[in-house]
């Protein structure tokens, strides 16, 4: 991996972690080492269910210190930022879609490292970067993100694609990296800015 | 896995997609994306994991397209019949009982040709039969259904202990596969038709 | 592994299995069948995390027949002593915090054993601990005792760390593995008998 898409999956798992034990905070419940240890599973889980789908263990996530420097960072942070937890909702969403899309474009091309196909890097891309939250919202017993509303799996489905697409085509680069990244993140925040919803079942109307 | 095994095969996860996705339906806080992505949980959840504990990474569920297809597929088809929602009490037992039955006695038998010993055959075949609807389950915020009363791992262990002393005995086709998942299906329909039940704790008389 | 150090391993499981499935038992809302298997999520599940983690597939809870026979015993013995209830919360507690020991000193030894490095040891060590009882509290709708207050996964991480730092010192037998989990155990119960809670977000001041 290059030095700035390696430097962007850091990120990602930072942001991540940042975001998950924001939630924790948010809840109130949950005391240092809680909320840290929620921080890790958000940022670490996608990864770590990305290599065992890629048979890539031990993973990544685990072997590279610095994925488990990172993730206890950024929980840690969010303890550290929990007295000014009122003006924490905008940057929690903010965070989450940028570890969204840097999942969603880095696993993919992973994936097409790898040798696997473009179907698979789209689904390992789309699976990695809703895990983390996904995850996140099973422990503290929530309807995960995924599943509710607002657009969540398909900016990480469309950002894999992307990046597939441009992979395909011989841009394994940054840039690529950087645009389908970038796709992703602004269909989420739309996405949510807007409040736009799938079409939903009969129940709700 | 001869065509009819791998035609079940499908048809398991097919029919666990379209479950999962159905009870989604029933749950009507779910847009169809959160639908689908409910109904490939469901459908592939038990192969992934069997796949993690007979060391076949990358999952078979993963790699091969047609149960990404079908398992979204699954989960589509339940969104579009969400309007008779009132009529599907009763396919969603069913169809549960089916990728159940299909999914206990092919682990099982997938484990028997990988080399494993009976009593692995046993346990994968009711871990992957189990598996998906844990999942679903879990992820909607539900004490899971293995749990919960009704047998349901139950003949799913004996359905993957038929199919393995069939193995064993030297049946390793079709018709050994088909009864076994029969004996299966006819336990946990007999078993929700008449509100059968374990013997419970105290707390229960 | 050592007889004495593999005994230990059964005894983790054997007593994560039973711990397991008391707490199902208190519940009081499942069979028989439900309390096994939830014993057996409990008895079996960190190990198996581990050897994902580690890349140690397939799993050793799943290959040897043993752990899956005591985690089962466990289990069925929890629902023998269901009558018997309302003297079991230090039975639970107790239990719990040995096979907490037990599993982070055993999975640290055995990440060493495998070549990883000291903060790998830790890291596996500390999630084989917590891995069994994070899944019993998930699949009955807790949130996991690993983020609720309490000391859980600090004595988890020191007693992996102790083992760490033993074995990188060149003791790799059983007096430093049991010394090792004493100092986790001790911590633990120390933490649960005063209601010793790390520093909590403001919501709770």
Redesign the interface.
């Known amino acids: 991996m290059s030095p700035l898409l390696l430097t962007l999956d850091f990120v990602g798992t930072f942001v991540f972690a940042l975001n998950g034990a924001l939630t924790?905070?948010r809840l109130?419940?949950?005391?240092?080492?809680?909320?840290i240890?929620?921080g890790m599973f958000t940022g670490l889980g996608g990864g770590?269910i990305r290599d065992?789908?890629?048979?890539a263990?031990?993973?990544a996530t685990?072997?590279d210190?610095r994925y488990?420097a990172l993730a206890a960072g950024g929980g840690l942070l969010a303890?550290l930022l929990?007295?000014r937890?009122d003006r924490l909702a905008v940057p929690i969403v903010v965070l989450d879609a940028v570890g969204l899309s840097v999942f969603a474009v880095l696993s993919a091309y992973k994936a097409l490292d790898m040798g696997?196909?473009v179907?698979?890097a789209m689904?390992?891309g789309t699976v990695t970067a809703v895990g983390g939250g996904?995850i996140r919202d099973?422990?503290?017993?929530?309807?995960?993100t995924?599943?509710?509303?607002e657009?969540?799996?398909?900016p990480a489905l469309i950002g894999a694609g992307c990046a597939s697409a441009a992979y395909s085509a011989g841009y394994h680069g940054t840039v690529a990296a950087l645009g389908s990244a970038a796709v992703c993140f602004v269909i989420r925040i739309v996405g949510v800015y807007f409040g736009l919803?799938?079409?939903?079942?009969?129940?709700?109307h």
Chains 1, 2, 3 share one sequence.
Do not use: K, N
């Open positions: 924790a905070v109130e419940r949950l005391d240092v080492f809680g909320v240890t929620l770590t065992v789908l890629l048979d263990l031990p993973p685990f072997v210190w488990l303890f929990s007295r937890l696997f196909g179907v698979q689904i390992v996904t099973v422990m503290i017993g929530r309807i995960p995924v599943l509710r509303s657009l969540y799996a398909i919803d799938a079409p939903r079942t009969r129940g709700h």
